[in-house]
């Protein structure tokens, strides 16, 4: 569990993050809802919060068709029902493509 403070009203955030993964890059990428606004948050390997700051702009679909994890040595794409694709980086556009087709 990472903990923060909020960078726009202040106040304490917990969150659950699936860490079971290399981050790519050495941090881990969240982006955050709490209350009526969006925090980005970068989580380092060992769960500490290393920065925090609000999402000005952010658009939501609902429900998702699909939510894209990148990876250093793979993709997965998540579909609405909760499928799970797993993909070399490289091959992401063509699957994307067949996807949305």
């Known amino acids: 569990m990472a903990t923060f403070r909020c960078p726009i009203c202040g106040r304490?955030?917990?969150i659950e993050l699936r860490?079971?993964?290399e981050p790519v890059g050495g941090l881990h990428e969240v982006l955050?809802?709490?209350e009526?606004?969006?925090v980005k948050v970068y989580i380092d390997r060992q769960g500490v919060?290393?920065?925090a700051?609000?999402?000005e702009h952010f658009t939501s679909v609902d429900p998702p068709l699909y939510t894209v994890y990148i990876f250093e040595d793979?993709?997965?794409i998540v579909d609405?029902?909760?499928h799970v694709y797993v993909v070399e980086p490289n091959q992401l556009a063509e699957v994307v493509k067949k996807l949305a087709g």
């Open 12 to 14: 304490e955030v917990k």
């Open 19 to 21: 860490i079971d993964k």
């Open 32 to 34: 955050v809802q709490h």
């Open 36 to 38: 009526s606004h969006y």
């Open 49 to 51: 919060v290393r920065r």
């Open 53 to 55: 700051f609000p999402v």
């Open 74 to 76: 793979r993709a997965e």
């Open 80 to 82: 609405g029902r909760g």
